[in-house]
Nanobody, 124 residues
Framework: EVQFVESGGGLVQAGGSLRLSCRASGFTFRDYAVGWFRQGPGKEREGVSCISSLGDITYYADSVTGRFTVSRDNAQNTVYLQINNLKPEDTAVYYC?????????????????WGQGTQVTVSS
């Protein structure tokens, strides 16, 4: 059974930092690229970052470049999203998702499995 355990969200002040984690099980994690998506209040779910199966290639949306860092530990079946200099507009539920193969994508339809999400709330 495919499962994800997401953690690390919370309420922080603007300028603060959080580290989100997503631990996966039930499939061969190292064979999958991982994407981080977020959905703010009243907004569409958007892709903010992704990382290749080996962790050697990453992508960031323009809105988060320089503030977000994605990494993974395939030995622990875990992917991380370090978020620095948080802004109120980063308030959203953050989801990890996986897609089989080596290519990166921020298209939701290309992802096979999704985590349950973790809430990030940034106060001004």
């Amino acid at each position: 059974e495919v499962q994800f355990v997401e953690s690390g969200g919370g309420l922080v002040q603007a300028g603060g930092s959080l580290r989100l984690s997503c631990r996966a099980s039930g499939f061969t994690f190292r064979d999958y690229a991982v994407g981080w998506f977020r959905q703010g209040p009243g907004k569409e779910r958007e892709g903010v970052s992704c990382i290749s199966s080996l962790g050697d290639i990453t992508y960031y949306a323009d809105s988060v470049t320089g503030r977000f860092t994605v990494s993974r530990d395939n030995a622990q079946n875990t992917v991380y999203l370090q978020i620095n200099n948080l802004k109120p507009e980063d308030t959203a539920v953050y989801y990890c998702a996986v897609k089989r193969g080596v290519s990166l994508s921020v298209l939701k339809r290309e992802y096979d499995y999704w985590g349950q999400g973790t809430q990030v709330t940034v106060s001004s």
